[in-house]
């Protein structure tokens, strides 16, 4: 059984930075492919990022090309999602989640509980 922690989510101005921490446990983190999701109120839960067993490839959506960046530490077994330039448009819960790459929430078995970024001044 995969378990997931986000953390690092807040209050930020436009156009400032965070970094999301997804810490993991159960598993070998080295091994399982990971994405991130956000989800905003009244809206589908949406894609933002993932990437391939140890991070050889990454997907963005188009939402998140060059302004976030995911990475992974498998030696902290955490994953983490850099996000730069942030815009109001970017406030919603963000998840991570385990199991699979693909671009469709619905596919990941694992999920963590979220944590609420919102940009706004």
């Known amino acids: 059984q995969v378990r997931l922690v986000e953390s690092g989510g807040g209050l930020v101005q436009p156009g400032g930075s965070l970094r999301l921490s997804c810490a993991a446990s159960g598993g070998t983190f080295s091994s399982y492919p990971m994405g991130w999701f956000r989800q905003a109120p009244g809206k589908e839960r949406e894609f933002v990022a993932a990437?391939?067993?140890?991070?050889?490839?990454?997907y963005y959506s188009d939402s998140a090309k060059g302004r976030f960046t995911i990475s992974r530490d498998n030696a902290k077994n955490t994953a983490y999602l850099q996000m730069n330039s942030l815009k109001p448009e970017d406030t919603a819960v963000y998840y991570c989640a385990a199991g699979d790459y693909r671009t469709n929430w619905r596919n990941y078995p694992y999920w963590g509980q979220g944590t609420q970024v919102t940009v706004s001044s």
């Open positions: 990437f391939i067993r140890s991070g050889a490839m990454t």
